[in-house]
């Protein structure tokens, strides 16, 4: 084995690096902030600030769709899951990855053929309007709302830790400005500038993984079984590398990990900014092409995890990540310093600030959007509102969504974010994928069957949650002085998932109302042949 020595970690030398990290991050603000300001001068219509004018080609979607989907939780929290938990803390990155597959087959090209400018736009393409939306609409906030705490978590304890800040007050002042920045691209660049931001921040954070896991590499002469040997000596831990250090100790455990790969594998075909993605590009071959695109992109990024993962167990060590400022989220940033020093330390650090950034600015509008174009544009105006008051509204709403943000991302704080989007990812799996699956696969699907759907797995996620050890009853929970927990497992997917998708089919079994037969046709027609979709989306 071929290896160099670098100096060890410590992280106090980090705060003499603070002012360098916040040129970097200005720099990379005012550059973005310029792009967006320039991409708003075409925001004239409601598909301008939803879906950016549908000027996106494929290859461009499909970075950006890399740059929203791989968030903080990719970067910091799965390669601080694998530095801590090795094995286990990997499968994370595999399911993340398996997820496109579904979103792949199953969904994107249809959903380009049928919606307009949301998810409920298919949903309610054949069921009645007011009640679908309402649902979707409600569902899509949530699901929104439990990503964004992700990201806010993840900001809260990047910056903290680049700035040396360990009180909760520092913590919560970094939270409430990376929303007011967020609150500003979205209001003045729509979908356009926040796309541009993604595709930007997506180049940067796989170049900037590229560089690092080449020089992790390269201390161990480019020998994977040198890194991994490495891992486990500095662990002091001999099951580093085997299955069951995080998951698989009890039957319990087992129970919850089956139930994590069944929220990854089946969340992201339902994540809402995700599905959002495809209405920006002009026709659904575009977007077939995104989702091949974001594939490569991403399985790549992944592959660069395992060894950043297993390079900060290695060179940083478990107990000095496990001590600093934001705990098992800081394993990358750490890595950083120890390889580069201060200067690669602010590269990724503001890569990861990008990352940040890129994502609660695509979750932001697209619960906006969400919200003018489902409730207030469909439901409140009754499909009268035109296009300049829509996107009035939905500026209005990105300003509230912000707000809420913020606060829960203060209360979140310290959470590892990669946990917390797994939550995310299992209640849109349980709110959203059971309805988009059944409206665009079976014919007999009603809208008592959506309704049921779409509250029943909404419902039944959040409470499961809210009653598990994540919130009460662990000393790792939100709440760790209080004890309320009497559902054992973390993650709700196992049990809320096919919960929603058996009331889907009760709902619409038992539902004596019959659904316009012609419109069912229509939709079937267009998602499988894209006829008449073109004709639906100027707006």
């Known amino acids: 084995m071929t290896t160099f020595m670098v100096p060890a970690v410590n992280v106090a030398d980090l705060k003499e690096t603070t002012l360098l990290n916040m ?3 200005g720099l990379f603000v005012a550059i ?3 792009i967006v300001v320039k991409a708003s001068k075409n925001n004239k219509t409601a598909a301008d600030y ?3 004018g549908r000027s996106f080609t494929g290859s461009q979607n499909g970075t950006a769709i890399a740059g ?5 939780a990719s970067f910091l929290g799965i390669t601080g899951a694998i530095a801590i938990n090795g094995y286990d803390g990997f499968m994370y990155s595999i399911g993340f990855l398996v997820a496109w597959l579904v979103a792949l087959l199953l969904v994107a090209e249809l959903l380009r053929n049928t919606g307009k400018f949301t998810m409920a736009d298919v949903l309610s393409f054949r069921l009645k309007q007011r009640p679908v939306r309402i649902a979707a609409a409600i569902s899509t906030l949530v699901v929104c709302f439990f990503y964004l705490l992700a990201q806010m978590a993840g900001a809260g304890t990047l910056i903290s830790l680049l700035l040396g800040i360990s009180d909760w007050g520092g913590q919560a002042l970094v939270i409430i400005v990376v929303g007011a920045l967020m609150i500003m691209y979205v209001l003045i660049g729509g979908m356009k500038g926040t796309t541009w931001v993604q595709i930007i921040k997506a180049v940067l954070l796989i170049a900037g993984a590229a560089v690092m896991t080449l020089w992790v590499l390269a201390i161990y002469g480019f020998n994977l079984s040198s890194l991994l040997g490495g891992a486990v000596e500095a662990s002091g831990n001999q099951n580093l590398l085997n299955p069951g250090l995080q998951y698989g100790k009890t039957e319990t455990s087992k129970i919850d990990f089956m139930s994590l790969a069944l929220a990854l594998v ?7 900014h995700v599905l959002m993605r495809f209405y920006t590009v002009p026709t659904a071959k575009e ?4 989702v091949v695109w974001s594939i490569w992109l991403i399985g790549l990024f992944y592959l660069f995890t395992l060894v950043l993962g297993f390079g900060a167990a290695a060179l940083v060590g478990a107990d000095t990540i496990k001590s600093a400022p934001g705990g098992v989220n800081s394993a990358a940033p750490l890595l950083a310093f120890h390889l580069g020093g201060p200067l690669l330390l602010g590269f990724i650090s503001a890569v990861a600030f990008a990352t940040i950034l890129a994502v609660v600015a695509g979750l932001t509008i697209t619960a906006a959007a969400s919200f003018a174009h489902d409730i207030y544009a469909s439901v409140i105006a009754k499909g009268k509102a035109d296009a300049a008051t829509e996107v009035k509204v939905a500026r209005r709403t990105v300003v509230v969504i912000g707000l809420l943000a913020i606060i829960g991302g203060i209360f979140a704080n310290g959470q590892n974010v990669a946990f917390l989007v797994a939550l995310a990812f299992a209640v849109a799996a349980s709110a959203n994928l059971p309805t988009i699956v059944y409206s665009l696969y079976w014919r007999k699907f009603t809208t008592q069957g959506a309704i049921w759907s779409m509250y029943g797995g909404l419902g039944s996620a959040i409470l499961l949650i809210a009653l598990s050890p994540v919130v009460s009853g662990a000393k790792t929970s939100m709440i760790p002085g209080a004890n309320f927990a009497i559902f054992p497992l973390s993650n709700p997917g196992i049990v809320s998932i096919p919960l929603a998708f058996f009331l889907g089919w009760l709902g619409s079994v038992l539902d004596k109302r019959l659904e316009d037969t012609t419109k069912q046709a229509e939709m079937e027609v267009r998602s499988l042949t894209g006829v008449g979709a073109e004709k639906a989306t100027d707006h």
Not at 68 to 72: E, G, I, P, Q, R
Not at 266 to 272: N, R, Y
Not at 287 to 290: D, F, L, N, Q
């Open 23 to 25: 040129a970097i991050f």
């Open 32 to 34: 973005t902030m310029v």
């Open 50 to 52: 939803y879906a950016a």
């Open 68 to 72: 929203d989907y791989l968030s903080a």
């Open 266 to 272: 089946l969340g992201t075909a339902a994540l809402p």
């Open 287 to 290: 977007a077939r092409k995104s």
